[in-house]
């Protein structure tokens, strides 16, 4: 039987957004000390009607990162407070568990 590993309680923060935002948001992710993110193009439907990713310069975006508690709490707060108005986005977080919580 396997031992079961040592898991760390993280975040991860999960942003949509018009791809016009990247940089911004990449720029953010920095500031507040998120180590990484995963970033891929995304279609959809939902509140702007429906996007798809065959116009890159209308292609939405999704960024995952994965944080500790405390700079999700003021990552989320930023993106609020300084995108929300002036970027078609949306952004969510999930309580997660990982292994290895040093890389974050």
């Not at 993280?10 to 990247?22: D, F, G, H, I, S």
């Not at 995304?42 to 975006?61: C, K, M, Y």
Request: hydrophobic share 40%; charged share 25%; net charge neutral.
């Amino acid at each position: 039987m396997n031992p079961s590993p040592n898991t760390h309680p993280m975040k991860r923060v999960t942003v949509v957004c018009e791809k016009l935002a990247r940089e911004a948001v990449l720029r953010l992710l920095k500031e507040v000390g998120a180590h990484g993110w995963t970033l891929w193009e995304v279609e959809g439907s939902g509140n702007q009607g429906h996007r798809l990713a065959d116009i890159p310069e209308f292609t939405n975006i999704q960024i995952e990162i994965i944080v500790r508690p405390p700079v999700a709490l003021e990552l989320l707060g930023r993106l609020q407070q300084d995108f929300f108005s002036r970027y078609a986005m949306i952004a969510w977080e999930t309580e997660i568990r990982v292994i290895r919580s040093e890389k974050f």
